[in-house]
């Protein structure tokens, strides 16, 4: 029985290893056509199942998995998993007033809907599940300055200042979602009051130092910030990055971004109750189809259309201004993390992952 033992065992051998490198250079064939296809000028793609025993990685421009990058609005997940710690220790509720945490003037006038103001019914879970109702002052003037005018700080004060200057979208916690950067401005504000730490400070006690994550870090006044592309146009807004703090400002790689994405799926970060309590997802607005929100962090659902039933399952986690991705795929127990370093299309990197999920 010897013989037919070593012989199955080879044939399997021989099928894993095939099927490995079938699945590699899927995966390499996706990403070289997204980089050449797209403007991309540098970029970086990392793959990995949980255990870790299947890995891929590559990179272009001079780029790898352990080259720094701006991980834009990926940061929100750091913002969240600090909420969900306070919460899970009982320090806070996620029913609770913002107004509890945050100034009366600071707050005054923030949400007007139809000339009623709601900015004292906001709740904490209003800010991290999208369902507030604020405006994005994101998509208004500031984004069009920061790439035309060039760099400049914007201290948090003005990011008030310019969403009040905005219509509210709808009444709070109604059963809508849409996607405003100030909803995470203002929980790192809540953060900070409670802990009475500064936010970078925060972060590395409750993540980046449990997880190891030595080359992650929210960047203060002269701290380095990598650059990204605007099209063809190599761009360093180091102020601005700066500025952006809880809902975008940090810098990690793709090996630091991926001991978080364990750690947050796996459990280790926070409880199964809470897993799944912040597992009640809302559409966003119609521009951000076909993504939905949660608590902290975005879904992608496959099946279907979007993907032309060529997909199943859901992705997790979430995706940056400048190209950065961070995404969990259940059905296939893999971690897709990387950045396309493009600022002019914030949707290719959604559109990257979903097709590369169709080839895996």
């Keep these: 029985m010897i013989i037919p033992i070593i012989l199955v065992n080879v044939v399997v051998m021989a099928w894993v290893t095939a099927f490995i490198y079938s699945k590699n250079s899927s ?154 950067d100030i909803n995470f401005d203002l929980l790192g504000i809540i953060l900070e009051n409670i802990i009475e730490l500064p936010l970078e400070r925060i972060y590395e006690q409750f993540i980046f130092a449990p997880l190891g994550m030595t080359n992650t870090y929210l960047p203060v006044y002269g701290d380095p910030i990598p650059h990204t592309f605007y099209g063809s146009e190599k761009i360093e807004r180091p102020l601005y990055i700066t500025s952006c703090r809880a809902s975008g400002g940090c810098i990690s790689t793709a090996r630091d971004m991926m001991s978080f994405s364990k750690a947050f799926w796996g459990g280790e970060l926070f409880g199964k109750d809470v897993s799944e309590q912040i597992a009640n997802y809302k559409k966003l607005q119609i521009d951000m189809t076909p993504i939905q929100y949660g608590g902290g962090y975005m879904r992608i659902p496959l099946t279907g259309l979007n993907t032309f039933f060529l997909a199943n399952g859901e992705l997790v986690g979430h995706s940056g201004s400048t190209g950065s991705f961070m995404f969990y795929y259940p059905e296939k127990d893999l971690h897709i993390i990387g950045d396309l370093t493009q600022f002019s299309n914030p949707g290719l990197a959604v559109c990257f992952i979903m097709q590369l999920v169709m080839v895996i």
């Design 27 to 180: 995966i390499e064939k996706k990403f070289n056509s997204v980089v050449l296809k797209e403007n991309i000028h540098e970029a970086v793609l990392f793959v990995e199942n949980t255990a870790g025993d299947f890995t891929v990685s590559f990179g272009y421009g001079g780029r790898d998995i352990d080259s720094p990058m701006v991980i834009a609005s990926i940061t929100k997940m750091f913002t969240a998993t600090c909420i969900l710690k306070l919460y899970e220790e009982g320090i806070l509720s996620l029913d609770d007033k913002i107004s509890l945490y945050i100034d009366a003037e600071t707050l005054k006038d923030l949400h007007i809907y139809k000339s009623r103001e709601y900015s004292d019914e906001l709740t904490i879970s209003d800010l991290l599940f999208q369902t507030s109702g604020l405006p994005d002052y994101f998509v208004g003037n500031i984004a069009r300055d920061i790439i035309e005018k060039g760099d400049r700080y914007i201290t948090i004060e003005e990011l008030v200042a310019e969403t009040k200057k905005l219509p509210a979208r709808f009444v709070p916690n109604t059963n809508k979602a849409y996607y405003a």
